[in-house]
T-cell receptor, first 114, second 112 residues
């Protein structure tokens, strides 16, 4: 009965490849997010979706494309992977998009680009 | 630069002692949230304090907020080895209120 789940947990791939990370939440939340945590543990928001609609799109290379097929899922597709994309990617969800509620995080996907 | 900056970056204490960490931020906020991250895990929400609140408690946790100084503190009382983790403050601000901006975190080590 995991609240926010991500797959895969670990992803090792070579430069230039295309990969996807999947995220699902079973909390009935309307809003979902993708964050990137770098090697120094800084956590930065990448995207946010509310009811399948993109509401936050930070300065992220357009090689990163989120897709929300329904409000319980938010997947992240990355094209032409680069060494600098190596990081831990966290999915999160919240009840609504106003910022008044806490966010629930998934366990993370550790991406290593070689 | 990060909106929230934690201080200290690392803290080492004995079990039973209190741990205090501070967070400073730059702009007006809607609320400030504290999260815990155990090694290799996702973040877990601890406390949310709104901009019109000054203090909030949850179990052994006490959070204060001083909007005039743009700062917050997290106090963990009677620490346990299981409290060993990184603690992050995050601010929610502006029209995109759900956009949390995280600080760099405080790594807390509680020695048994």
């Amino acid at each position: 009965d995991t609240a926010v789940s991500q797959t895969p947990k670990y992803l090792v791939t070579q430069m230039g490849n295309d990969k996807s990370i999947k995220c699902e939440q079973n909390l009935g939340h309307d809003t979902m997010y993708w964050y990137k945590q770098d090697s120094k543990k800084f956590l930065k928001i990448m995207f946010s979706y509310n009811n399948k609609e993109l509401i936050i799109n930070e300065t992220v290379p357009n090689r990163f494309s989120p897709k929300s097929p329904d409000k319980a899922h938010l997947n992240l597709h990355i094209n032409s992977l680069e060494l600098g994309d190596s990081a831990v990617y966290f999915c999160a969800s919240s009840q609504e998009s106003s910022g008044r509620s806490e966010q629930y995080f998934g366990p993370g996907t550790r991406l290593t680009v070689t | 630069s990060q909106q929230g900056e934690e201080d200290p970056q690392a803290l080492s204490i004995q079990e039973g002692e209190n741990a205090t960490m501070n967070c400073s931020y730059k702009t007006s906020i809607n609320n400030l949230q504290w999260y815990r991250q155990n090694s290799g895990r996702g973040l877990v929400h601890l406390i949310l304090i709104r901009s019109n609140e000054r203090e909030k408690h949850s179990g052994r946790l006490r959070v204060t907020l001083d909007t005039s100084k743009k700062s917050s503190s997290l106090l963990i009382t009677a620490s346990r080895a299981a409290d060993t983790a990184s603690y992050f403050c995050a601010t929610a601000a502006g029209a995109a209120g759900n956009k949390l901006t995280f600080g760099g975190g405080t790594r807390v080590l509680v020695k048994p």
